[in-house]
């Protein structure tokens, strides 16, 4: 019976994708060396282990509306839940490596993206890679299937800057700003009322508007 072990061996920026992905280098091994394998279909719970690392006092400041006030962090710190993958592995004997595409986002009313834009590129982010799923293999009566339990895991600490680097890719010197329809309704009528010729030159002209 296969026996397979997960190790992940770096993370790299997606080029060129239909939306901004981090890929984490997954080596396999299975241990049974001479036992070929046909195919693997797995399944991954990426998580994020924000309890596990330091944040200095400007990070603190940016991670209030997620975690609160920094006294309480040992209480609200918790593991979030980053995504759920399925990926197929192609036939092997003994080991091989596969890709695994997590989404990224800018986006500052998502709670991934929070934190992303809280650490910047600094240091790196404990993660915890969950896996379960099927493999088809060949035994002594042919074809057969074998399940992966949920109890294989491996762990990563993901390098802010490769984050980073992914919003450089996509994002060059921009941000990303989610609004409600409506809010962008008003926006838009008064970009257009006062003949302003981009979005940002709009939200300037309310900044000063607002200023003191």
């Not at 981090?22 to 399944?43: C, F, G, T, W, Y």
């Amino acid at each position: 019976m296969p026996d397979l072990r997960f190790e992940v061996r770096g993370a790299v920026p997606v080029p060129y994708a239909a939306t901004p992905l981090v890929a984490l280098k997954l080596h396999v091994e299975n241990r049974e060396a001479d036992e070929e394998i046909q195919s693997v279909l797995l399944r991954c719970q990426v998580r994020i282990d924000a309890h596990r690392r330091r944040y200095d006092p400007r990070q603190q400041e940016r991670l209030y509306d997620l975690f609160g006030e920094p006294s309480r962090f040992r209480e609200t710190l918790r593991p979030l839940l980053w995504t759920n993958l399925v990926v197929t592995v192609p036939r092997f004997a003994a080991h091989t490596h596969v890709e695994l595409h997590l989404p990224c986002t800018f986006d500052l009313e998502v709670a991934v993206g929070k934190l992303f834009h809280a650490l910047g590129a600094d240091g790196e982010l404990p993660l915890t890679l969950f896996f379960n799923g099927t493999v088809f293999h060949e035994g002594e009566r042919g074809l057969q299937v074998s399940p992966i339990p949920w109890t294989q895991e491996a762990h990563f600490p993901l390098p802010m800057r490769v984050w980073k680097e992914l919003m450089d890719l996509y994002h060059p010197g921009r941000a990303v700003l989610g609004l409600s329809r409506d809010v962008f309704d008003r926006l838009y009528e008064y970009r257009i009322k006062n003949g302003l010729p981009n979005w940002e030159d709009t939200l300037k002209s309310l900044l000063r508007t607002e200023a003191p």
